[in-house]
């Protein structure tokens, strides 16, 4: 395992190993792209303007840019060049940064000074329902346990193309959507704020490389076309969606806003994680089959924060249990000729595990409104009041190596009049 001559905490998220990539500016500099190691960010478009970068592949200063588009768009090549040489730059016998401390001061910058942006222009969204465990539980919910499933659903991966603008960074705070809803099934519906806030606990991966439409991507090349992962919050108005969602799906119960982490983790740092998905049954599609460990060791974690109040943990889940995996995802998003621009966002819809403590949503932690959950002040909630707080973690880890997302944060607001 790698050590850095820079002073890292035991059990840092941003390890040597790790570096991942992320926009940030400070008072005195202009949004620019950093990657984390440590308590610190390196400023890449610094480090760049050093000259000890020279070599690796890039022509110009693409870090210094409000967005990581231009950079990822050099390609893979180049994203595995700057994360190697940025490992051997850090390793704790390489001097060639470590002795200068004029370099350093301009470089490395502690991360409490500076204010983290969205790492990329999100040019289109779409979002997955790729749990078995969530869909199941969802299905019991609204239809009964013997329809849980819908016929389609174990033969492909379920999404709908969501809302890019509405994408915000980790720290954001929401304001509770406004919108029709039927408390009543015998009434007529009512103009309101939501009424059954929810949280999504849900992963993201951002597209690499982009494809011309009328081509397709197969799941042997997926990742080749898949730069890295956040953590997403993927915010949801339980009772807009419930009254509004029939025939054409989720639409303003979904689009007033997700959050998301704001360091991209590199696909080489997740490496080490992969891991075997759930069995599929019945056998799918030629076009769906894959080979090797599509799936990812990524522990996940949801705290709930009233205001003022200690936050208490919700929710444990893993990446692992998804059913359709990435390769998956992308292969059938493609399958039609659907193409592909870098900065595109895919996230894996609601992440829940097979026991109730690893439940990725309000709406089946509480089991809609029927088992409320205790704060640390006693006070009860079965979805989000007004000034919760929701706090997302992700991490891997193993053999004494830890890969972390850091978090994702988001508060609710009241609606605005």
């Known amino acids: 395992m790698k050590t850095s001559w820079l002073p890292i905490e035991q059990g840092s998220d941003f390890s040597l190993e790790n570096l991942p990539f992320g926009v940030f500016k400070t008072e005195g500099l202009t949004p620019r792209a950093g990657v984390a190691l440590g308590g610190y960010v390196i400023d890449l478009s610094a480090l760049y303007s050093s000259g000890l970068m020279n070599g690796i592949g890039i022509s110009n200063n693409v870090f210094n840019k409000p967005y990581l588009n231009d950079f990822i768009a050099l390609g893979k090549p180049v994203w595995q060049a700057v994360r190697s040489f ?17 370099l350093i001061k301009h470089i490395v910058i502690p991360m409490k000074e500076v ?24 299905g019991i919910m609204f239809r009964g346990k013997e329809n849980a499933l ?3 659903w174990k033969h492909l991966p379920v999404g709908y193309h969501g809302r890019a603008s509405s994408i915000v960074i980790s720290g954001t705070n929401i304001h509770r959507p406004k919108g029709q809803i039927r408390p009543d099934d015998n009434l007529p519906p009512v103009f309101s704020p939501s009424r059954q806030m929810d949280f999504e606990l ?24 898949i730069f890295g992962m956040v953590i997403f919050n993927d915010w949801s108005a339980r009772d807009i969606q419930k009254w509004e969602y029939v025939p054409l799906g989720p639409f303003l119960g979904k689009n007033f806003a997700s959050s998301v982490s704001p360091w991209i983790v590199t696909m080489d740092a ?19 089959q894959y080979e090797g460990n599509k799936n990812f060791d990524i522990c996940l974690e949801v705290q709930l924060q009233p205001e003022n109040v200690e936050p208490v943990t919700i929710s444990r889940s ?14 059938h998003h493609t399958v039609n000729g659907c193409n592909l621009s870098i900065g595109d966002m895919m996230a894996s819809g609601t992440i829940s595990g097979p026991t109730e403590d690893a439940f990725g949503s309000m709406l089946e932690i509480a089991w809609k409104g029927t088992k409320p959950v205790t704060m640390a002040d006693g006070s ?3 979805f989000i009041q007004d000034n919760d ?11 004494g190596l830890r890969v972390g997302f850091g978090e994702v944060i988001g508060k609710i607001l009241p609606a605005k009049p």
Not at 115 to 138: C, G, K, W
Not at 318 to 331: F, P, V
């Open 86 to 102: 940025l490992q051997t730059m850090f390793e704790k016998e390489n001097t060639s940064l470590k002795d200068n401390d004029n």
């Open 150 to 152: 819908m016929p389609n």
């Open 115 to 138: 204010q983290m942006l969205m790492p990329i222009q999100v040019r289109d969204y779409t979002d997955f329902y790729s749990s078995e465990e969530h869909a199941t539980n969802v």
């Open 270 to 288: 997740l490496a080490p994680f992969r891991t075997e998905g759930p069995a599929q049954e019945p056998e799918v599609l030629p076009y769906l």
């Open 202 to 225: 849900e992963m993201a991966f951002i597209i690499g490389k982009s494809t011309n439409l009328g081509d397709s991507v197969s799941t042997q090349e997926a990742e080749e076309h």
């Open 389 to 399: 707080t929701v706090i997302m973690k992700a991490w891997c880890e193993k053999e």
């Open 318 to 331: 893993n990446h692992k249990y998804l059913y359709w995996n990435m390769a998956q995802q992308l292969a």
């Open 380 to 382: 009860k909630r079965v």
